[in-house]
């Protein structure tokens, strides 16, 4: 039945099922952690989670999307480029090892102090995104979904089952993070084998000057969009209690559900999207299939807001149930981002990430001083009212700049409306008893895919399509 299936859809259904069991095997783990880590710990986790995504961003190098951004270039020269960055990501994790072999000792200096042993072990991980992201990368390019979802199931399976058993050995922090470091280094020696087969893997110093021309601006946009989501831990770790950190976290991993629910698409549209928008019908292609992905991004956070406050009350002790009022603002919030990066094309086919550096740094300058005013005076609540800002700052800017650079007709009031049933419905579980709301959420949810259907925003279904499915 599968094969029978357009690509475009066999991709994402592949995606679908690899990210299905992956977030679903952590989503079965959540009673299993927050029964063996206490609340304090698990903030604790949280906030050294967040210190590590500003190293992974560094890491990461932006060679992802430089690898988008060269190795689309047809025949030969892609597959050149994409020997090229796959070169300069490896010699990116090798450094990245030994840097955080040498600053390990540091994690004392820490607002919530870290052992050597803890930042070791989430120094591997971090040091090995590029040597990741990268191959994984370029499986997506060419449409290799299946190998992809093999191994991403693989990744996924083998870090569950060894965060269990070292976090039910008493490991804690150190065990999840273990479990997370073997996991990563496992998969990065894989993926490079699979990405010298393919295109090599080409170490081209002279190469690397325009590469990391249009790398090292995005990761400087991504260090300074880190202040639009994760850097209130920062402030948050000095003015709330370690308790209340934790429950935020847990708001902010089920938030994350609405991420889950688009990446079939985001994987399947991104990597295609600039070559996709230099053939002669692709500007009106993009300009659909964004509308497309923000249909299923707004549709998705409604969908993470209903759920998330339900599983936490059902499915956690009676110390996380805090966290249940924070979903639905966080689901807006990633929502929020989803949209800024699906109306962003113009601002990534320029030959350098100067445009995405100049949005992200100013988004996230407004976050940090939104952090400093209102986290003091608010807390966690406030927190999320300077996340929200600044990522609507961050998306509007992302549509004019692109605008101008590649105007789309993107059908922005269309968009709107929907953004608003979505907001609607999720607001139910604050307004409902959780039985009454989970009895109104199958029907909320039809009329919302209903109305995006209705709106052109997603396609509708074809007979053809619900016999081949029931078949």
Avoid at 41 to 58: D, N, P
Avoid at 154 to 161: D, P, W
Avoid at 298 to 306: F, G, H, S, V
Avoid at 360 to 384: D, E, H, Q, S, T
């Amino acid at each position: 039945m599968l094969a029978r299936l357009p690509a475009p859809l066999r991709a994402a259904g592949l995606y679908a099922g690899a990210m299905v069991w992956t977030k679903g095997l952590g989503l079965l783990l959540l009673p299993v952690i927050t029964a063996l880590l206490p609340a304090a710990e698990y903030g604790r986790m949280e906030f050294l989670c967040s210190a590590a995504e500003i190293a992974a961003l560094v890491a990461g190098a932006g060679l992802v999307d430089t690898l988008y951004r060269f190795g689309s270039e047809p025949g030969s020269a892609g597959r050149r480029s994409a020997a090229q960055v796959a070169g300069l990501a490896l010699m990116v994790s090798l450094g990245g090892l030994g840097l955080a072999l040498l600053l390990s000792p540091l994690g004392a200096l820490l607002p919530m102090p870290a052992t050597t042993t803890e930042v070791a072990l989430l120094g591997v991980t971090v040091a090995l995104e590029a040597a990741i992201g990268v191959p994984l990368a370029w499986l997506r390019m060419q449409g290799r979904a299946a190998h992809y979802a093999a191994l991403v199931v693989a990744r996924g399976t083998l870090h569950s089952a060894l965060l269990a058993l070292l976090l039910w050995q008493g490991f804690g922090v150190a065990g999840m993070l273990a479990a997370g470091a073997v996991g990563s280094l496992l998969a990065a020696l894989a993926l490079l084998g699979s990405q010298a087969r393919s295109t090599g893997i080409r170490l081209a110093p002279n190469a690397w000057k325009h590469l990391l021309a249009y790398g090292l601006p995005l990761t400087a946009g991504g260090l300074a969009s880190f202040f639009l989501g994760t850097a209130d831990r920062w402030f948050l770790a000095g003015t709330v209690s370690a308790a209340e950190l934790g429950q935020y976290a847990l708001a902010a991993k089920l938030g994350l559900v609405m991420a889950f629910l688009t990446q079939p698409f985001d994987l399947w549209f991104y990597p295609r999207r600039i070559a996709l928008y230099g053939t002669a019908t692709g500007p009106g292609q993009v300009a659909k299939l964004s509308a497309t992905g923000a249909a299923v991004t707004l549709c998705a956070a409604a969908l993470a807001a209903l759920a998330g406050p339900l599983l936490i009350r059902w499915a956690t002790p009676a110390a996380y149930h805090g966290a249940a009022g924070y979903v639905p603002w966080l689901c807006a919030a990633l929502a929020l981002q989803s949209l800024g990066s699906l109306f962003n094309i113009g601002c990534y086919l320029q030959r350098t990430g100067r445009q995405s550096l100049l949005v992200n740094g100013g988004a996230g300058l407004v976050a940090l001083a939104a952090y400093a005013v209102l986290i003091p005076r608010c807390g966690v609540a406030g927190a999320v009212a300077a996340t929200l800002l600044a990522q609507a700052v961050r998306l509007v800017w992302f549509a004019w700049l692109s605008q101008r650079s590649a105007p789309l007709a993107y059908g922005f009031g269309r968009v709107a409306l929907l953004g608003l049933a979505c907001a609607a419905v999720a607001a139910l579980p604050q307004l409902l008893a959780p039985l009454p709301t989970l009895a109104m959420a199958p029907a909320a949810l039809v009329c919302l895919a209903t109305l995006a259907v209705r709106l052109g925003l997603l396609p509708r279904p074809r007979l053809g399509t619900a016999r081949l499915v029931l078949g």
